[in-house]
């Protein structure tokens, strides 16, 4: 009881001729702002389905996903965006068709995804070797506030290439879309490997 009552009388002095305050141990914890949150996301199951069409190549893709062919001008066959509402992302896919080029479609990738390298905080690559399937390729992770935040290439090499790219439709914000993305990099490993080459080739 004396502790306290000195304990009190130097408070009140100090509250005198400082900014500074004082509490005992008796004293309940000052109140500590709590850091900003963000809303939790409810996911949905993990299905996925099929993705078969005169397209040389199929896939198993999320049933929480739609496909939509790209209807931009400049499109080719077989160019065809994954569209993800509940996330507000769109995977970007596209086809070409391998003739002696395979290394220029490479570096194209490699430039792609170097593009967002001056916003991220460095890029991570993932190698990508199916050779039952003839499938090979890698998984660019780009860290930070990035408009696309994974990309990637597979291709057999000698005839097929697709390229993709997941872009979010709202301003990046890495710290509340990493939950995300994580997600969705698991759903977009699932289609590369169960990526599969049609033995015919769309002209």
Known sequence: MKTNYFLILFCTLLLLTTAFSCSSDDEDDAYVPKPKGYYRIAFPEKHYQLYDSACPFTFEYPKYSKIEYDKHPMAEPCWINLELPYFKATLHLSYKLVNNNVAKYIEDSRSFANKHQVKSLGIDETLIIRDSSKVYGLVYDIEGNTASSLQFYVTDSTHHFI??????????????????????RKDIMHMIQSLQWKKSIAK
């Open 163 to 184: 390229r993709g790219a997941l872009y979010f439709n709202v301003k990046p914000n890495i710290d509340s879309a990493k939950i995300v993305l994580e997600f969705l």
